[in-house]
């Protein structure tokens, strides 16, 4: 049974390469997925898209503004996924939900729905989704789902549960047309126990990476950072104690934990991030600089053979913004083995007994803490350490 799969926001092909590796016999009928079509309006993250997926037919993916997309055009397809930019849902920087310029894009993903019909979608977003407008944001966009004719299982997958090297919570939504007549079912996170999560260790050295490995650049950092990063103990950040004074941090407003954080190589990472000034990239526990692209590429479990197209901080946008290859793979198996009628071991979704009763109230339980003045006052902070222009933070 094969599934041929069309993609709204496709990314660099995180969530497609997981769908690839997700095939199975069962009595001698082989169940897989097809890369169909495929959607991004960003040149480098397309090219990385068809230089890895599917070199035999560049011309599959299409590099345009989805609001411009003629999805009349687009041909038949078995299943559809679609991250849909977090950008105004994530609970740092201003979080304009549904009134945001990102924030309405999903309702191309609905319209792919109702006019495509496919057997079941995927769609993935960053966990403040749920909170965003006040908690009206997720329902609305999982009440359109549902009205486009799928039953849906949204659930906050964390990553390190399932293998991957990196502390990653996506909300995932799993929609099965209501033609099929069920649900679908969570995978059991087979490493509920923190002792078994993959570490950053593994992930960097199991193997080894090669110098002259894809996207493996190092960055030139100013003297002082070094120095600073030398005397940042892992797992510790820019305001650790022990920082000598003439290399402390000039910077007002909020100490974002993750500041010149270098990685605690005996648990899984924190969360890889696609952008972000000085201070932000991630950095080394046995060696005083930043992650390389390639080593960012391995905490979200991508291949070393996967090449990125593009400058290094477009690269390092693009492997930011992904879905953990391996994770969805995980998810997507088991959408699989669903259709072959397998059995697989199952949990509950996060939001499976109070779905009914946030979607007739139209919102979530849970709404951002503190008063409006109060969030705005958290925004300006976080912009303000985020923004390497107003920061200016060394590289
Ligand atoms: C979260 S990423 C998707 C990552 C992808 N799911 C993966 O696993 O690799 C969102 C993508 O949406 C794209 N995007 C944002 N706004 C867009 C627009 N207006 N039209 C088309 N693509 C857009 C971005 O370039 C980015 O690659």
């Not at 932000?280 to 390639?294: D, I, K």
Request: hydrophobic share 30%; glycine share 10%; with cysteine.
């Amino acid at each position: 049974m094969i599934f041929k799969k069309g993609e709204l926001f496709c990314g660099p092909g995180g969530l497609t390469l997981g769908a690839k590796l997700a095939q199975f016999e069962k009595d001698g009928v082989v169940y897989k997925i097809e890369h169909e079509w495929a959607n991004d309006y960003d040149e480098s993250t397309c090219e990385t898209f068809r230089h890895n997926i599917c070199p035999d037919k560049p011309e599959t993916v299409i590099c345009e503004d989805v609001r411009k997309l003629d999805i009349t055009k687009l041909s038949g397809i078995d299943c559809f996924s679609f991250g849909f930019p977090c950008n105004d849902y994530s609970i740092i920087g201003e979080s304009k939900g549904l009134d945001g310029k990102y924030g309405p894009l999903y309702s191309y993903g609905i319209k792919v729905l109702k006019h495509h019909h496919p057997k079941w979608f995927i769609a993935e977003n960053v966990g403040g989704l749920e909170s965003a407008n006040e908690g009206q944001a997720f329902v609305k966009i999982l009440q359109e789902m549902e009205d486009a004719g799928y039953n849906i299982t949204p659930h906050l997958y964390k990553f390190q549960e399932y293998g991957i090297p990196q502390n990653r919570h996506r909300i995932i939504i799993v929609g099965i047309h209501k033609d099929f007549g069920w649900t679908f079912k969570v995978p059991k996170a087979p490493f509920k126990d923190p002792s078994l999560w993959k570490t950053t260790r593994q992930a960097l050295e199991e193997p080894p990476i090669l110098n002259n490995s894809f996207n493996h650049e190092f960055t030139k950092h100013k003297k002082k950072v070094i120095e600073m990063l030398e005397n940042i103990p892992p797992g510790e950040n820019a305001w650790y104690e022990g920082t000598p004074e003439h290399l402390k941090l000039n910077v007002k407003g909020a100490k974002l934990s993750n500041i010149y954080k270098r990685l605690n190589p005996d648990v899984p990472a924190y969360t890889v991030t696609g952008s972000g000034g000085g201070g932000t990239h991630m950095y080394h526990y046995a060696e005083p600089r930043a992650l390389t692209n390639r080593e960012r590429a391995r905490l979200q479990t991508f291949p070393d053979w996967f090449e990125f197209v593009g400058g290094k901080e477009c690269v390092r946008k693009q492997i930011g913004m992904a879905v953990p290859p391996e994770g969805s793979k995980v998810i997507i198996e088991a959408i699989l083995k669903s259709f072959a009628g397998i059995n697989y071991k199952t949990e509950s979704s996060k939001w499976g007994e109070e779905l009914s009763e946030m979607l007739s109230k139209g919102k979530t339980k849970k709404v951002r803490k503190g008063s409006l003045l109060n969030q705005r006052r958290n925004k300006q902070k976080s912009n303000e350490i985020l923004n390497e222009k107003q920061t200016k933070l060394p590289i």
